[in-house]
């Protein structure tokens, strides 16, 4: 026995010193490497699938410096023709965006584009006539044209108001007169419904180009917020914007309808409502379908509206005990029957009405969630999607007829399967990545049959085994009765007869997910970067998280910060009984809504947690939009308990620990005041802490040289001070 056991010990003696020695021979990650692009997967151009088996590119052709876009082929992958070029254009030197009318002969390319919000911006824009290569200036400084489904016009906005170009003559016919900064907006979507609702375009034409619907919101009596900008001149300047914050005023919305012919403006009747998020016409050239929801976004309908009378009648309504996602997926077949993705057996699902509202069936059904809804093929009656049916970290691509049966997996069973299908449904090119497989980009016919691997990164990989990159090792972990998944990181000279600090990474937010078989992203890098030093890191979606049924994501209604909270410390005190693990070294780190967490986390958890960072973190609900704060707190005049029992200022007393706070002062999204806020507490409460307050940088904190380098420099900096202490050995 005795015997035994020294040759089993030689033997692992002689295996980690193996070990050991590879180990010593790999490089370490770096934070310049890590943003400097050292890391970076290669991927394919954006395209935009064409009429047909083709699809569009833009390319950019370095030695010209000219830019172009091209026709491929999905089948053969290879260049059909150049559909435009820069360097054949007169008057227009380069463009960066382009969008096709719905036959295809004309094209709308844009240039000198200014940002004004997450999604929304202004620029330059040409017609190009495919034919006749003509070029022809829309506008300056214009918002979103579009072309009439007849050609004949171009509808865009500028300042506020909305303008219809006619094609032939260049006459150009005002809209709306009403327009003004800070008080009326036509047919562009104001802050909160561009950030939670996710559009810009407001505006929409019929079938016909007879038509033009669109929404006008008046903001007149929302509160203003405004951020001073430090910038580079004497003074500093203000961005002053509507921002309607938890229970205050939001926009009053409402849907119009223009007809080209007589010029003439209606408004539309829709009842009682608090939110339009969506409009989109049917296939029928009369009927507009709009979208309403109430306040507390948990009853929606869906209105049929008549063009020619402009009267609604109701097409569909749903109700939540907590509240109905907004989607894309609406999509009308050629009878005017619809697709409609729904939550209301428990679990994301596909279903199928009649254009009386009527339920058909239900398309897909099971304890999963679809993820994605990418089409319906009406020759072969068939619906393609994704979901989650190989587990809630995995991504597949399915098919399934109309009446849900015949369903086949087209994609790679584990991992992250991404499918962009061709416009008629025929081909698509799946995006393929795991934790341990970089982005694989593949033609796939309709059939799940691969033709032909487009792009990958062996490249990165082979350049990845030089470095000290330590796997992900998933699984799931018991706390508070629900199995959650978790994933761990770590020293790739792991030992466990040693004690590893321990640093947990989360967002936590309403239906998000961090733990997904899914290739490496920056904060992965820097990840095991952290791991190099000695550190465990690990990642748990607690409660509230999505892609795990209704119920789950939506325990934490009227309590966000609660149930995730807990979650987070019952893990953190869990995780700290395994024997490699030092219970006196116990970090947490997180953005945004992970910024809330962990600074919630250090404080109510102040036995656990030893060090926290927070980057732009809401500190309370109150000072976050309407839209999205509501959606799953009700306002605070009537949910005044939940958003304070867990904003982290009203527990600034609690702090124990290392804490770093940081924040841009040009956040627009997550205000810096939030942070200031929690300042304040903490100097009340005479704590001491860290922060690093960034001037003008908005909520990504990442413009300017060097941002993100010097931000996880800090960072890391504060973690090898504060959290990879000696531990004992």
């Given at each position: 026995?005795?015997?035994?056991?020294?040759?089993?010990?030689?033997?692992?003696?002689?295996?980690?010193?193996?070990?050991?020695?590879?180990?010593?021979?790999?490089?370490?990650?770096?934070?310049?490497?890590?943003?400097?692009?050292?890391?970076?997967?290669?991927?394919?151009?954006?395209?935009?699938?064409?009429?047909?088996?083709?699809?569009?590119?833009?390319?950019?052709?370095?030695?010209?410096?000219?830019?172009?876009?091209?026709?491929?082929?999905?089948?053969?992958?290879?260049?059909?023709?150049?559909?435009?070029?820069?360097?054949?254009?007169?008057?227009?030197?380069?463009?960066?965006?382009?969008?096709?009318?719905?036959?295809?002969?004309?094209?709308?390319?844009?240039?000198?584009?200014?940002?004004?919000?997450?999604h929304s911006k202004k620029g330059?824009?040409?017609?190009?006539?495919?034919?006749?290569?003509?070029?022809?200036?829309?506008?300056?400084?214009?918002?979103?044209?579009?072309?009439?489904?007849?050609?004949?016009?171009?509808?865009?906005?500028?300042?506020?108001?909305?303008?219809?170009?006619?094609?032939?003559?260049?006459?150009?016919?005002?809209?709306?007169?009403?327009?003004?900064?800070?008080?009326?907006?036509?047919?562009?979507?104001?802050?909160?419904?561009?950030?939670?609702?996710?559009?810009?375009?407001?505006?929409?034409?019929?079938?016909?180009?007879?038509?033009?619907?669109?929404?006008?919101?008046?903001?007149?009596?929302?509160?203003?917020?405004?951020?001073?900008?430090?910038?580079?001149?004497?003074?500093?300047?203000?961005?002053?914007?509507?921002?309607?914050?938890?229970?205050?005023?939001?926009?009053?919305?409402?849907?119009?309808?223009?007809?080209?012919?007589?010029?003439?403006?209606?408004?539309?009747?829709?009842?009682?409502?608090?939110?339009?998020?969506?409009?989109?016409?049917?296939?029928?050239?009369?009927?507009?379908?709009?979208?309403?929801?109430?306040?507390?976004?948990?009853?929606?309908?869906?209105?049929?509206?008549?063009?020619?009378?402009?009267?609604?009648?109701?097409?569909?309504?749903?109700?939540?005990?907590?509240?109905?996602?907004?989607?894309?997926?609406?999509?009308?077949?050629?009878?005017?029957?619809?697709?409609?993705?729904?939550?209301?057996?428990?679990?994301?699902?596909?279903?199928?009405?009649?254009?009386?509202?009527?339920?058909?069936?239900?398309?897909?059904?099971?304890?999963?969630?679809?993820?994605?809804?990418?089409?319906?093929?009406e020759k072969k009656k068939t619906?393609?999607?994704?979901?989650?049916?190989?587990?809630?970290?995995?991504?597949?691509?399915?098919?399934?007829?109309?009446?849900?049966?015949?369903?086949?997996?087209?994609?790679?069973?584990?991992?992250?399967?991404?499918?962009?299908?061709?416009?008629?449904?025929?081909?698509?090119?799946?995006?393929?990545?795991?934790?341990?497989?970089?982005?694989?980009?593949?033609?796939?016919?309709?059939?799940?049959?691969?033709?032909?691997?487009?792009?990958?990164?062996?490249?990165?990989?082979?350049?990845?085994?030089?470095?000290?990159?330590?796997?992900?090792?998933?699984?799931?972990?018991?706390?508070?009765?629900?199995?959650?998944?978790?994933?761990?990181?770590?020293?790739?000279?792991?030992?466990?007869?040693?004690?590893?600090?321990?640093?947990?990474?989360?967002?936590?937010?309403?239906?998000?997910?961090?733990?997904?078989?899914?290739?490496?992203?920056?904060?992965?890098?820097?990840h095991n970067m952290l791991a190099?030093?000695?550190?465990?890191?690990?990642?748990?979606?607690?409660?509230?998280?999505?892609?795990?049924?209704?119920?789950?994501?939506?325990?934490?209604?009227?309590?966000?910060?609660?149930?995730?909270?807990?979650?987070?410390?019952?893990?953190?005190?869990?995780?700290?009984?395994?024997?490699?693990?030092?219970?006196?070294?116990?970090?947490?780190?997180?953005?945004?809504?992970?910024?809330?967490?962990?600074?919630?986390?250090?404080?109510?958890?102040?036995?656990?947690?030893?060090?926290?960072?927070?980057?732009?973190?809401?500190?309370?609900?109150?000072?976050?939009?309407?839209?999205?704060?509501?959606?799953?707190?009700?306002?605070?005049?009537?949910?005044?308990?939940?958003?304070?029992?867990?904003?982290?200022?009203?527990?600034?007393?609690?702090?124990?620990?290392?804490?770093?706070?940081?924040?841009?002062?040009?956040?627009?999204?997550?205000?810096?005041?939030?942070?200031?806020?929690?300042?304040?507490?903490?100097?009340?409460?005479?704590?001491?802490?860290?922060?690093?307050?960034?001037?003008?940088?908005?909520?990504?904190?990442?413009?300017?040289?060097?941002?993100?380098?010097?931000?996880?420099?800090?960072?890391?900096?504060?973690?090898?001070?504060?959290?990879?202490?000696?531990?004992?050995?």
């Amino acid at each position: 026995m005795f015997f035994v056991t020294i040759i089993l010990l030689t033997s692992y003696i002689s295996l980690a010193q193996t070990n050991s020695k590879q180990t010593s021979n790999l490089k370490e990650i770096t934070l310049e490497e890590i943003w400097n692009g050292t890391f970076s997967a290669e991927r394919m151009n954006s395209l935009n699938s064409m009429n047909g088996d083709f699809y569009a590119v833009l390319d950019y052709d370095r030695q010209t410096r000219s830019v172009s876009v091209d026709k491929y082929s999905y089948k053969t992958l290879e260049k059909v023709e150049t559909i435009v070029n820069s360097a054949n254009l007169k008057g227009l030197n380069n463009f960066s965006s382009y969008s096709f009318n719905n036959d295809e002969t004309k094209l709308i390319l844009g240039t000198n584009f200014e940002q004004i919000y997450r999604h929304s911006k202004k620029g330059t824009y040409y017609a190009y006539d495919i034919a006749t290569k003509e070029l022809t200036l829309i506008g300056e400084a214009i918002q979103e044209p579009i072309f009439s489904p007849d050609n004949k016009n171009v509808a865009y906005a500028k300042n506020n108001n909305i303008f219809i170009k006619n094609v032939a003559s260049n006459k150009i016919t005002q809209v709306t007169n009403d327009g003004k900064i800070n008080e009326v907006i036509n047919g562009i979507t104001d802050w909160v419904y561009e950030e939670e609702f996710a559009f810009v375009r407001a505006f929409e034409w019929n079938k016909t180009g007879t038509h033009l619907a669109f929404l006008r919101f008046d903001e007149t009596n929302v509160p203003t917020f405004s951020m001073d900008v430090v910038g580079t001149e004497l003074y500093p300047t203000q961005q002053v914007f509507k921002y309607p914050k938890a229970g205050e005023k939001n926009a009053d919305v409402t849907l119009h309808m223009y007809t080209l012919s007589s010029k003439n403006t209606e408004t539309i009747s829709l009842g009682d409502y608090e939110y339009i998020p969506r409009i989109k016409w049917s296939n029928d050239s009369d009927i507009l379908v709009a979208t309403t929801l109430n306040r507390h976004q948990n009853n929606l309908n869906l209105h049929k509206v008549n063009s020619q009378n402009t009267t609604a009648s109701l097409l569909l309504n749903e109700t939540d005990k907590a509240y109905v996602d907004i989607t894309d997926n609406l999509t009308f077949l050629a009878d005017n029957s619809f697709i409609w993705t729904s939550e209301k057996d428990g679990y994301n699902h596909i279903y199928h009405y009649d254009f009386n509202g009527k339920l058909i069936n239900q398309i897909t059904k099971g304890d999963w969630e679809v993820t994605n809804y990418y089409g319906f093929n009406e020759k072969k009656k068939t619906i393609y999607y994704q979901s989650v049916e190989n587990g809630s970290i995995n991504r597949g691509v399915y098919s399934i007829n109309i009446k849900g049966k015949k369903k086949q997996l087209l994609s790679n069973e584990s991992g992250q399967n991404n499918a962009s299908f061709s416009k008629n449904l025929n081909y698509f090119i799946n995006t393929y990545s795991s934790a341990e497989t970089p982005p694989i980009y593949s033609l796939y016919t309709a059939k799940g049959q691969m033709l032909k691997v487009i792009k990958n990164n062996d490249a990165l990989k082979e350049r990845l085994s030089a470095y000290k990159m330590s796997p992900k090792e998933f699984s799931t972990i018991n706390i508070n009765g629900n199995d959650l998944n978790m994933w761990m990181i770590k020293p790739l000279d792991f030992d466990e007869n040693k004690k590893y600090p321990l640093l947990m990474f989360q967002y936590s937010g309403p239906g998000s997910q961090q733990v997904g078989n899914t290739w490496n992203g920056s904060n992965d890098y820097w990840h095991n970067m952290l791991a190099q030093k000695g550190i465990i890191v690990v990642c748990i979606d607690g409660r509230g998280t999505g892609f795990k049924g209704a119920d789950f994501k939506k325990v934490t209604q009227k309590e966000l910060g609660k149930y995730e909270v807990e979650d987070q410390i019952a893990a953190a005190k869990k995780l700290v009984e395994r024997s490699y693990i030092d219970n006196n070294n116990v970090g947490i780190w997180g953005w945004s809504y992970g910024g809330f967490m962990s600074t919630n986390c250090i404080l109510k958890g102040n036995d656990i947690f030893t060090t926290a960072i927070a980057v732009a973190p809401v500190t309370s609900w109150r000072f976050y939009d309407s839209v999205y704060t509501e959606r799953y707190m009700q306002t605070p005049q009537e949910n005044a308990s939940g958003y304070d029992d867990n904003s982290p200022f009203n527990y600034a007393d609690k702090l124990k620990g290392n804490y770093l706070l940081v924040h841009g002062t040009g956040d627009d999204n997550v205000h810096v005041q939030n942070s200031y806020r929690m300042i304040n507490s903490l100097i009340e409460a005479n704590k001491q802490f860290d922060m690093f307050i960034v001037p003008d940088r908005a909520h990504g904190i990442y413009k300017g040289r060097n941002m993100r380098l010097n931000l996880y420099t800090k960072m890391t900096n504060f973690i090898d001070e504060n959290l990879n202490k000696e531990s004992t050995k």
